[in-house]
């Protein structure tokens, strides 16, 4: 009787064991998925402020060649 109780337990604690790693597992791949979908969403959106800003700033280089630009103006760098 000690033996098969004691083999019953040894069972559950194996069986409780490889379900945490499971889960432990799964969390740690959701949780390195999302940290990729964050940088790329991340590495998008300063791609964007880095066009805005050439855009901008070839905006300005424009305006001063052609002498059109308002010194005074709240669009200067």
């Given at each position: ?52 800003a050439a855009e901008?700033?070839g905006n300005e280089?424009?305006?001063?060649v052609e002498g ?10």
């Open positions: 009787m000690k033996k098969l109780f004691l083999l019953f337990a040894v069972a559950t604690m194996s069986l409780s064991i490889y379900s945490c790693r499971e889960t432990t597992e799964e969390k740690t791949e959701d949780a390195v998925e999302e940290m990729g979908n964050d940088i790329e969403e991340s590495t998008e959106e300063a791609g964007q402020e880095v066009e805005n901008n700033a280089m424009e305006e001063e059109t630009d308002d010194m005074n103006a709240d669009d200067d760098m």
